[in-house]
C-alpha cells in the first residue's frame, strides 16, 4: 500500500508543521529535499533541455534560469511537501520493493516539479477555475487513452481519494 499526503505552500516552512506529523512520524522519517534546478533525472530519456530550470526563462515572468543557491535568492518559491508512506510486507522482497517505490516516487516528482516550472507560460495566467477544467480534462483524456473506466484497472479496484479544500490524500491499494 501507498498513502501519500501532500500539502504546498508559497513560503518554505518546516515538514513538522506543514505535515502536521506526529512525534512519532517525525522519529521515523526520512526527508529527502528535491531541487528542480541541480538534482538529475535518473532516466535520461525523460531530460529535455528546454524543461531544464538551469536552461530555461518563462517570457511571462522572466523567471529563471536558476543558479545555486536560487531557493534563497528568488522569492516567492512554492514549496511541496509530501509524506510518501509505503508498506510492503511479503518477506524477503519487502525492502528492496520499498526502496524502488520511494525512488521511483522521487523521480515522478522531480520530473513533474520540473515540468511545471517550464510550464509555467502555460498555466500562469489559469484562474483556479481553469486549473480545475483543465485537470479535470486531462484525467479524462488519460483515462481514454489508457481505457480506463475509473472503476477497475485489469479488474482491480483502484481508490483515490481526494480532499476538496484540504492537503491532498492518495491511497491506492
Known sequence: MVLTKEYRICMPLSCEESLKLTPDQLKHRLVDDIDIAFDELSNKKHY???????????K??????????????????????????????????????????????????????????????????????????????????TNKKLNINNKTVNGNCNTITIFENQPSVAILD
Open 48 to 58: 529535455k533541455k528546454e524543461e531544464d530550470p538551469k536552461f530555461f526563462t518563462s
Open 60 to 141: 511571462k515572468t522572466n523567471r529563471g534560469c536558476l543558479v545555486e543557491g536560487w531557493r534563497d535568492m528568488d522569492k516567492p518559491i512554492m514549496c511541496s511537501y509530501k509524506l510518501v508512506d509505503v508498506s510492503f510486507e511479503v518477506w524477503g522482497l519487502q525492502t528492496k520493493v520499498e526502496e524502488f517505490i520511494h525512488r521511483s516516487i522521487r523521480d515522478i516528482l522531480l520530473l513533474g516539479h520540473r515540468q511545471a516550472f517550464a510550464w509555467i507560460d502555460e498555466w500562469h495566467d489559469m484562474s483556479l477555475d481553469d486549473v480545475r477544467m483543465y485537470e479535470h480534462n486531462t484525467h479524462q483524456e
